[in-house]
């Protein structure tokens, strides 16, 4: 078989169907339409094992059987597979996650849960950050030093807090992202406080409420990952270390 088509098979295994399944199905649409032997010829599916293969597709709605002698098979049209896989797959999942549902439970040990949550990628961040500052109510500070990192969603998260009342901080000396600010009504932005200037490593800092923070660093790959709590102990008490470490250190400069 070449790259494409192993590849193809693959995806059908993902979707449910056995490597079997995948590869009859493939021939037949190749076919147009066959017999088991017509099947065998043109894939590595031996023909004793086609006619079980071709009966579980024809279950699973995928193609249709000529009562000849010998028996023929035709597949269902793409758009028609395409639906009958879509659909078990609905079916499937909402059973999958319906059955975790009904057995999930809450904590019931005085242990806490976990506060602190690592995500990786900078597209999960980015996913992450947006979250928390769509969840202030009162107060936001965000900051980076890279343009990149301030992506239009999190850009029109703020314009749309801002909109409805929270106060929205932004903390950069990046002129670009200044200018950008500059645009947006109702959010405030500061250069940090000069012994920031030489951090090379540093991505993000999101505090939203006093009881939510983020922490980002970019790796050596360029790649970001970051620290995130909200709504937790270890967050409000980072958030005032934080906060009273730019005051005593502002006011020594």
Same mark, same amino acid.
């Given at each position: 078989?070449?790259?494409?088509?192993?590849?193809?098979?693959?995806?059908?295994?993902?979707?449910?169907?056995?490597?079997?399944?995948?590869?009859?199905?493939?021939?037949?649409?190749?076919? @147009?339409?066959?017999?088991?032997?017509?099947?065998?010829?043109?894939?590595?599916?031996?023909?004793?094992?086609?006619?079980?293969?071709?009966?579980?597709?024809?279950?699973?709605?995928?193609?249709?059987?000529?009562?000849?002698?010998?028996?023929?098979?035709?597949? %269902?049209?793409?758009?028609?597979?395409?639906?009958?896989?879509?659909?078990?797959?609905?079916?499937?999942?909402?059973?999958?996650?319906?059955?975790?549902?009904?057995?999930?439970?809450?904590?019931?040990?005085?242990?806490?849960?976990?506060?602190? #949550?690592?995500?990786?990628?900078?597209?999960?961040?980015?996913?992450?950050?947006?979250?928390?500052?769509?969840?202030?109510?009162?107060?936001?500070?965000?900051?980076?030093?890279?343009?990149?990192?301030?992506?239009?969603?999190?850009?029109?998260?703020?314009?749309?807090?801002?909109?409805?009342?929270?106060? %929205?901080?932004?903390?950069?000396?990046?002129?670009?992202? #200044?200018?950008?600010?500059?645009?947006?009504?109702?959010?405030?932005?500061?250069?940090?406080?000069?012994?920031?200037?030489?951090?090379?490593?540093?991505?993000?800092?999101?505090?939203?409420?006093?009881?939510?923070?983020?922490?980002?660093?970019?790796?050596?790959? @360029?790649?970001?990952?970051?620290? #995130?709590?909200?709504?937790?102990?270890?967050?409000?008490?980072?958030?005032?270390?934080?906060?009273?470490?730019?005051?005593?250190? @502002?006011?020594?400069?």
């Amino acid at each position: 078989m070449t790259n494409d088509e192993n590849e193809a098979v693959d995806a059908f295994e993902r979707l449910g169907l056995t490597s079997y399944e995948a590869k009859v199905f493939i021939a037949l649409h190749r076919l @147009g339409s066959g017999t088991a032997r017509d099947v065998a010829s043109v894939t590595d599916v031996p023909r004793s094992q086609v006619y079980s293969v071709a009966e579980s597709l024809e279950d699973r709605g995928l193609l249709e059987v000529q009562q000849a002698s010998p028996i023929r098979y035709r597949p %269902v049209s793409l758009e028609e597979a395409q639906q009958t896989l879509e659909e078990r797959f609905d079916r499937e999942r909402e059973r999958a996650f319906d059955y975790v549902g009904s057995v999930r439970k809450e904590a019931t040990t005085e242990e806490t849960q976990e506060d602190i #949550w690592t995500v990786r990628s900078r597209e999960r961040v980015d996913d992450r950050v947006v979250d928390l500052l769509s969840q202030a109510t009162s107060k936001i500070v965000i900051g980076t030093r890279l343009p990149e990192l301030f992506t239009e969603s999190i850009e029109r998260t703020l314009e749309e807090q801002a909109a409805a009342g929270v106060s %929205v901080l932004t903390v950069s000396r990046n002129d670009e992202i #200044w200018e950008r600010i500059d645009a947006i009504d109702g959010v405030e932005i500061e250069t940090p406080p000069a012994y920031r200037e030489g951090d090379q490593r540093s991505g993000r800092i999101v505090i939203v409420d006093d009881d939510g923070i983020l922490l980002s660093v970019i790796d050596d790959d @360029g790649s970001e990952t970051a620290i #995130w709590s909200s709504g937790s102990l270890f967050a409000s008490v980072l958030i005032q270390l934080i906060e009273a470490s730019d005051a005593m250190r @502002g006011g020594s400069e």
